[in-house]
């Protein structure tokens, strides 16, 4: 019996890893020289924590029931997403009911951690070593003992945020982050029993962020000469050097995936999706709302007896529709809004490939009052969204808050590997969906009725 | 589970027959997978439900927002 073992490279794109530094990254290359890779077609819309659970769980964002990192209460308070958030089952809840045990690592939105069989250490959402982090209570014990435990679950702790970190600081906390986890990851490899392993690395994502224009000579922003233009490949090649290490300690048996759950390129800057909506007459603001700084938008500032439409989305953008002023309206309005938000230009005026999404189209269960009416990719979401008001006319470049070097894409990486695997080469793109299906064959496990997407053919 | 963490509880003959029975053709191997594995629903379920109310403190909350909008990724 075959055992899987995913090493998740977060936002990982297929242009860096198959394409542009392929040759510096010997241990990935080998796996796709002796097994099969493709391009992975991310969830609607391509976030982190949606993404993740759709590859560990074959459904989409409505099925997951999480569309961004917060929802609203049933007193309309905005509250954090958390594993309780995720309406359907995982992998290791699947495995789990077949007597399979599960390692799952700092996987986002896993927290608070969940008594699997097996093992689990929550992602990035995670407070603190202290909080619900890991299950079995012993390997809390295992992280205390690791250098540096407050920044064990991610890079971007303390007041000062992401952002302010300078790239030195930033580089080195990663470098202290990837450590501690590897060495936790191959502890748990060696000494605990599995069929099933997973560990998503979230520094690529955390450096991408920040160091796309260091590299990148297209950027509108591109810093020329940077000391750190070398700093993310570099990265990628240390993370290639630690997977080599991990794939030392696993059998023959093991079927090995590498994994990213979507790509990430430079971005534009952003479209204020609110002003917009403002200026077409869709979005009506409450009286005495003072418009003169910025501030984020929250539905309190809406006035919901007059507004057709209002926004909201950090990539992406998301837009939600009034029901109760358009009425029957409704699909007269979204069609109109749809061809509207198509063909708004760049600052220069030129035409961008814009695509909105109809809910109705993309999802199995649109039904949750989170679910947005529309999601729009503004120029296949090299421009961004943002919903702040208070900003001056229809873009804007570098926020307060917030990496905004690059964004997340749409498509990532899947590599697979193993004696079992018996297709070669590039393979057609997948949907990220797939993976579930595709990992339960492997197990010899039977797929669940209600995961529809087909497993990818890779076995003899 | 390793086996030096393992102990033994003891529960009436007819039951164990009975759980024997109800794992015959599915993945479980052993009366003590099946019973470990149903034990560890109801506690996880009734712990997270528990948690499900309120999973992050006030103060955790705070800090949580503030790391995913110096992300770039709250909204």
Redesign the interface.
Known sequence: MSKVFIFGIDGAPPELIFGRWNNELPNIKRLMDTGAYAKVNSTIPPSTIIAWNSMLSGKDASQIGVF???YKDEDGNS??A???SIKCKLLWDIL?????KSIALYVPLT??V??V?GCMVSGF?T??VE??CAYPEKIREKIISKGNPEIFF?V??G??????LDISTLLERTYEMTDMQIELLKDLLAN??WDFFISVMIGTD?LQ?MLWRHFDDTHRRFIKDSPHKDALKDYYIYLDKKLGEIMELLDDDTIIIVASDHGMFKQEGKININNWLAKEGYLVLKEGIDLSEKKR?DTKFVDMDKTVAYG????NA?VYINRKVVGADYNKVKKELIKKLENIPNDKGKKLDTKVYSSEDIYKDPSSRECPDLIVYFDELRW??N?DLGQEGLYSWE?A????NAGHSRQGCFIISGKWVACKGQIDDIDIKQVAPTILRLLG?KIPDDITAKPIEVTK | MEEHNITTVSIPKILAEKVKKRIEGTGFNSISSYITYILRQIISESEDSEKKENPFSKEDEIKVKERLRSLGYLD
């Open positions: 961004s990192y917060t509250r954090l958390n594993s309780g789990g009911e077949q007597d399979k927290f608070p969940k008594q069989n959402l407070p603190g909080s619900d991610d971007a702790v007041l000062a945020g992401h952002k302010s605990e029993s955390r962020h938008f909201g989305g950090a990539y998301r961004a969204s919903p926020s808050v917030g990496a905004d496990l």
